[in-house]
Nanobody
Framework: VQLQASGGGLVQAGNSLRLSCAAS????????MAWFRQAPGKEREFVAA????????YYADSVKGRFTISRDNAKKKMYLQMNSLKPEDTAVYYC????????????????WGQGTLVTVSS
């Protein structure tokens, strides 16, 4: 499995960015894929996840109402539309494929992309 995250950049607070994650290497039917983020000096934290087959989304409270996760099964791509960005959203964003365990815990994810940096200026 290979995951390639892209779309990060520098934006001003209040603006938007769309992250993409291209997946390859196997079928993802029945899988859950997620976005995590890690700010400097902090632990990696759950942002959002989506059932690859069901399309059911899950969000961290901190991004609910501002971020939207989606996927394109045919293209094997996952997206994170981030609106109303805040300086506290600044982090490296990672896409990941879930294994056994909690949805919200990084240790439950078996495969990770390389990360894409999002910087939100005030």
């Amino acid at each position: 499995v290979q995951l390639q995250a892209s779309g990060g950049g520098l934006v001003q607070a209040g603006n938007s960015l769309r992250l993409s994650c291209a997946a390859s290497g196997r079928t993802f039917s029945g899988s859950i894929m997620a976005w995590f983020r890690q700010a400097p000096g902090k632990e990696r934290e759950f942002v959002a996840a989506i059932g690859w087959s069901s399309g059911i989304p899950y969000y961290a409270d901190s991004v609910k109402g501002r971020f939207t996760i989606s996927r394109d099964n045919a293209k094997k791509k996952m997206y994170l539309q981030m609106n109303s960005l805040k300086p506290e959203d600044t982090a490296v964003y990672y896409c990941a494929v879930k294994g056994p365990g909690s949805l919200y815990t990084a240790d439950s994810y078996d495969y990770w992309g390389q990360g894409t940096l999002v910087t939100v200026s005030s």
